[in-house]
């Protein structure tokens, strides 16, 4: 499957930004992740085709991941955006099962990324 990520920029604290995904052909399980410089890559929200999600505890709240299934295109709305949210962010595809899309290692398939900055 390809990914190819959008929306991303360059945004005030407080803030929001949507991002996107198209995917080239039917994925089960997708995900955000994101990668700060100098850090390890993590998970950011995931959701199934039914629409099951699960966000990491430090955007909850502040994320809403979702998904178009026509379209096979993910999102991902981030409002008050902060300072820490700095960060590439990515879409992946992965696991077929949909109690596993919550399993962040188990995503194989990455976008190219899109930047995101906070100031």
């Known amino acids: 499957v390809q990914l190819v990520e959008s929306g991303g920029g360059s945004v005030q604290a407080g803030g929001s930004l949507t991002l996107s995904c198209a995917a080239s052909t039917y994925t089960s399980c997708m995900a955000w992740f994101r990668q700060a410089p100098g850090k390890e890559r993590e998970g950011v929200a995931s959701?199934?085709?039914?629409?099951?999600?699960t966000y990491a505890e430090s955007v909850k709240g502040r994320f809403t991941i979702s998904r178009d299934n026509v379209k096979n295109t993910l999102y991902l709305q981030m409002n008050s955006l902060k300072p820490e949210d700095t960060a590439m962010y990515y879409c992946a595809a992965g696991p077929s099962l949909a109690r596993e899309c919550p399993v962040w290692y188990l995503y194989n398939s990455w976008g190219q990324g899109t930047q995101v900055t906070v100031s």
């Open positions: 959701i199934s085709r039914g629409g099951s999600t």
